[in-house]
C-alpha cells in the first residue's frame, strides 16, 4: 500500500507568517490528494482537494499544489483560528491513506 | 443540505458486539460512497474501509479487514459499522464521510468506549 508522509509533524509560527506543510506518496498518486483541517474536538473539514481545488467556503489563504508524489498545503498568512492539526490523504485507490498530521500553533 | 447523522456514543464491554449507524440525507445516498474513519484518543485519522450503497460494493483497509464489517441499507439511507467482538484497543472516535473527490461531507462522530 501507498504511505503518506507529512512534515513537520508541528510547528510553532506568528500571526501573519507563511506556513508551509508538505505531504509525500511512496508512490504516485497524480492529485488524488485532498487536505483536511481539523481542530481541537471538533469534526475534520475539508479544506482542499485534488491537490489544488479549494473546497466551497474555505479562505483563499489556504492553497494547495504539487501532483505524483510531492504535495504542499500552504497558508499565506496564519490566523489565530487555523490551530489546529492538518491531514493530507490520497484517494486515487483503496486504501484512502492519511498522513500522520501536522500540528500547527502560534507563537 | 447535506447531512451525515451518527448513532449516540457508546459503552462496551470487551467481547461485546456493536453496530453503529449514520443516516444520509440531503443528496443521493446510493449515489455516493460513505467511508468509515477511527481517530482514537490524541491520536490521527486511520481510513478503515468504504461502500457504495447503490450495489454495497466494499473496500476495506487491509488494517481493518476482518476486524469490522462494513454495511449499508440504502431503503433507510443507512451505512453501518459494526464489530462482533470488542477489544479495549477499539476505545476511538469513529466518523462517516461522504466520498466525493474525497471525504466532502462529515459525520459528527460516534464516540466508543470498551472497558471491563
Known amino acids: 500500500d501507498i504511505q503518506m508522509t507529512q512534515s513537520p509533524s508541528s510547528l510553532s509560527a506568528s500571526v501573519g507568517d507563511r506556513v508551509t506543510i508538505t505531504c509525500r506518496a511512496s508512490?504516485?498518486?497524480?492529485?488524488?490528494l485532498a487536505w483536511y483541517q481539523q481542530k481541537p474536538g471538533k469534526v475534520p473539514k475539508l479544506l482542499i482537494y485534488?491537490?489544488?481545488t479549494l473546497q466551497s467556503g474555505v479562505p483563499s489563504r489556504f492553497s494547495g499544489s504539487g501532483s505524483g508524489t510531492d504535495f504542499t498545503l500552504t497558508i499565506s498568512s496564519l490566523q489565530p483560528e487555523d490551530v489546529a492539526t492538518y491531514f493530507c490523504?490520497?484517494?486515487?485507490?483503496?486504501?484512502?491513506?492519511f498522513g500522520q498530521g501536522t500540528k500547527v500553533e502560534i507563537k | 443540505e447535506v447531512q451525515l447523522v451518527q448513532s449516540g456514543a457508546e459503552v462496551k464491554k470487551p467481547g461485546e458486539s456493536l453496530k453503529i449507524s449514520c443516516k444520509g440525507s440531503?443528496?443521493?445516498?446510493?449515489?455516493?460512497?460513505i467511508g468509515w474513519v477511527r481517530q482514537m484518543p490524541g491520536k490521527g485519522l486511520e481510513w478503515m474501509g468504504i461502500?457504495?450503497?447503490?450495489?454495497?460494493?466494499?473496500r476495506y483497509s487491509p488494517s481493518f479487514q476482518g476486524q469490522v464489517t462494513i454495511s449499508a441499507d440504502k431503503s433507510i439511507s443507512t451505512a453501518y459499522l459494526q464489530w462482533s467482538s470488542l477489544k479495549a484497543s477499539d476505545t476511538a472516535m469513529y466518523y462517516c464521510?461522504?466520498?466525493?473527490?474525497?471525504?466532502?461531507?462529515w459525520g459528527q462522530g460516534t464516540l466508543v468506549t470498551v472497558s471491563s
Open positions: 464521510a461522504r466520498a466525493y473527490s474525497s471525504f466532502d461531507y
Open positions: 440531503g443528496y443521493r445516498f446510493t449515489s455516493y460512497w
Open positions: 485534488a491537490a489544488s
Open positions: 490523504q490520497k484517494y486515487n485507490s483503496a486504501p484512502w491513506t
Open positions: 461502500i457504495y450503497p447503490g450495489d454495497s460494493d466494499t
Open positions: 508512490q504516485g498518486i497524480s492529485n488524488y
